[in-house]
């Protein structure tokens, strides 16, 4: 299989789950014209990103763009690397009903408490960071929090954080930075930071919220 096959594949593949795909660049032209060669010859090294409307971009040539990493995709050998999102209601009540007074989505919740403690109440992080959204004791106090390691306290105490970065920043992918990060970094390099965990930890969140979206009604 060569590599315009192998870009078919992904996208069929990825139709097959229900993912929302875009491509960008010569690798739309690859799905839209087989058996073509394109500018330049063979199709190069395929990336991906996942924005923060859970829509997938592909592309065979990123052009500097960071937000696209590397996919495994010659012969399909693998499927494309993703992050498995946790599956649990345990907590769906209570996120819904918190979400739901600070207007923020239940599934990002959701995806965050997912992210942060794998929905593990009484988690502590090396940093001292507590309970199901990770409070540090200094955020969970200026936001009321008396103890963290009560769920209903710190999904209210995270919810409301998490809604100020979001009005802070106008959007999904720079409030998680910053939720992960902290609003310093995120001013400091007018965007998401470039460091490795907090990227990595805004694309696993946002893969998170796509597979949460079903388990709240609208």
């Given at each position: 299989?060569?590599?315009?096959?192998?870009?078919?594949?992904?996208?069929?593949?990825?139709?097959?789950?229900?993912?929302?795909?875009?491509?960008?660049?010569?690798?739309?032209?690859?799905?839209?014209?087989?058996?073509?060669?394109?500018?330049?010859?063979?199709?190069?090294?395929?990336?991906?990103?996942?924005?923060?409307?859970?829509?997938?971009?592909?592309?065979?040539?990123?052009?500097?763009?960071?937000?696209?990493?590397?996919?495994?995709?010659?012969?399909?050998?693998?499927p494309i690397p993703k992050y498995k999102a946790p599956k649990t209601t345990r907590y769906d009540p209570l996120i819904h009903a918190t979400a739901a007074r600070t207007g923020v989505p239940p599934a990002l919740v959701k995806a965050v408490i997912a992210a942060e403690?794998?929905?593990?109440?009484?988690?502590?992080?090396?940093?001292?960071?507590?309970?199901?959204?990770?409070?540090?004791?200094?955020?969970?106090?200026?936001?009321?929090?008396?103890?963290?390691?009560?769920?209903?306290?710190?999904?209210?105490?995270?919810?409301?954080?998490?809604?100020?970065?979001?009005?802070?920043?106008?959007?999904?992918?720079?409030?998680?930075?910053?939720?992960?990060?902290?609003?310093?970094?995120?001013?400091?390099?007018?965007?998401?930071?470039?460091?490795?965990?907090?990227?990595?930890?805004?694309?696993?969140?946002?893969?998170?919220?796509?597979?949460?979206?079903?388990?709240?009604?609208?």
């Amino acid at each position: 299989m060569d590599r315009l096959d192998s870009i078919r594949e992904l996208a069929r593949r990825a139709i097959a789950r229900g993912e929302i795909l875009a491509f960008a660049g010569l690798a739309l032209a690859a799905l839209l014209a087989p058996g073509e060669a394109l500018a330049g010859g063979r199709v190069g090294g395929i990336y991906k990103y996942v924005d923060e409307r859970g829509v997938t971009h592909f592309t065979n040539r990123p052009r500097g763009d960071r937000r696209f990493k590397p996919v495994e995709v010659f012969g399909m050998a693998r499927p494309i690397p993703k992050y498995k999102a946790p599956k649990t209601t345990r907590y769906d009540p209570l996120i819904h009903a918190t979400a739901a007074r600070t207007g923020v989505p239940p599934a990002l919740v959701k995806a965050v408490i997912a992210a942060e403690s794998a929905f593990n109440s009484r988690a502590v992080s090396v940093k001292g960071a507590q309970g199901l959204m990770q409070l540090m004791p200094a955020t969970a106090a200026s936001l009321g929090v008396r103890d963290a390691f009560v769920p209903e306290e710190n999904v209210a105490g995270g919810t409301a954080y998490l809604r100020e970065m979001i009005d802070r920043y106008g959007d999904i992918s720079r409030a998680l930075a910053a939720y992960n990060a902290g609003p310093t970094a995120v001013d400091r390099y007018g965007g998401i930071p470039p460091y490795r965990e907090t990227r990595a930890y805004v694309e696993r969140v946002l893969t998170y919220y796509r597979h949460y979206h079903g388990d709240f009604p609208r």
